[in-house]
């Protein structure tokens, strides 16, 4: 299938998708934007959790891999 038809398909799919996968599908479009960072879709509240956790990195308070495997293999 060549590239026209490839496009021409995608078209005639977006017309079924829901609200959720139409959020995603736009966020990975405008992330091949020039100077856009998927960092801006994140809300405050998950900006906050990230810089809270480098400040707990930077203090040294981390967990080693060997553990967090060990207990991700509970559910796992």
Do not use: C, T
């Amino acid at each position: 299938m060549d590239l026209a038809a490839r496009k021409y398909h995608f078209i005639q799919e977006l017309a079924n998708v829901d609200e959720s996968l139409m959020d995603k599908l736009e966020i990975v479009l405008k992330s091949y934007k020039k100077g856009y960072d998927w960092a801006y879709e994140l809300s405050e509240e998950e900006i906050a959790e990230i810089e809270s956790s480098i400040a707990e990195a930077d203090k040294g308070n981390l967990i080693p891999h060997e553990e967090v495997m060990k207990i991700f293999d509970k559910w796992h």
